[in-house]
Antibody
Framework: QVQLQESGPGLVKPSETLSLTCAVS?????????WNWVRQPPGKGLEWIGE???????IYNPSLKSRVTLSLDKSKNQFSLRLSSVTAADAAVYYC??????????WGQGTTVTVSS | QSALTQPASVSGSPGQSITLSCTGT?????????VSWYRQHPGKAPKLMLY???DRPSGVSDRFSGSKSGNTASLTISGLQAEDEADYYC??????????FGGGTKLTVL
């Protein structure tokens, strides 16, 4: 069974770039799955950020597209999220998840990101 | 792409059946079979409960069932249990090739 683990700085300054990584274990990032990022601001609902395939194809939420970059590192079996020009509105728990067809069936435990100077 | 619409809260007593709704448009729920439901307990990651409208992943109780009518999807929980108290989110594929979540429903077991 695939397992996912997010990692990255828990504190980011306003206007800087947030960078998170999701390590994949128990499976290959080159499998027939899409690798997703979802976030959840404190006390609010889930927001889909985007996803990527092992071929390098990416799809982004239009509301974040201008600031988001997803990438993967096959040698390390992990994928990453970069979100530029962060503001307080980007503070959230960030989850990585794997999607096969219509279902995100494996999720990481989530990592909390605070935006503050 | 707007979020799917879910009631903010629903409550029920142990043993009862409750139904959670999730309303979208013909560009998401109404147009595709890719509707899924997630349960989230406080401080935990979401857990997939249903996909493909009404299919259950291995290990999910058959007390959970799903359906769709037009632009609205529904999750029914029968034989409500204390452990069912959580936030529930629906999700759908959209015509923009992106995924969208509902705002979530807080289920309280009385």
């Amino acid at each position: 069974q695939v397992q996912l683990q997010e990692s990255g700085p828990g504190l980011v300054k306003p206007s800087e770039t947030l960078s998170l990584t999701c390590a994949v274990s128990g499976g290959s990032i080159s499998s027939d799955s899409w690798w997703n990022w979802v976030r959840q601001p404190p006390g609010k609902g889930l927001e889909w950020i985007g996803e990527l395939y092992h071929s390098g194809s990416t799809i982004y939420n239009p509301s974040l597209k201008s600031r988001v970059t997803l990438s993967l590192d096959k040698s390390k079996n992990q994928f990453s999220l970069r979100l530029s020009s962060v503001t307080a509105a980007d503070a959230a728990v960030y989850y990585c998840a794997t999607r096969e067809r219509g279902r995100m069936d494996v999720w990481g435990q989530g990592t909390t990101v605070t935006v503050s100077s | 792409q707007s979020a799917l619409t879910q009631p903010a809260s629903v409550s029920g007593s142990p043993g009862q059946s409750i139904t959670l709704s999730c309303t979208g448009t013909s560009s998401d729920i109404g147009g595709y079979h890719y509707v899924s439901w997630y349960r989230q307990h406080p401080g935990k990651a979401p857990k997939l409960m249903l996909y493909g409208i009404g299919d259950r992943p291995s290990g999910v109780s058959d007390r959970f069932s799903g359906s769709k009518s037009g632009n609205t999807a529904s999750l029914t929980i029968s034989g409500l249990q204390a452990e069912d108290e959580a936030d529930y989110y629906c999700s759908s594929y959209t015509s923009g090739s992106i995924w969208v979540f509902g705002g979530g429903t807080k289920l309280t077991v009385l």
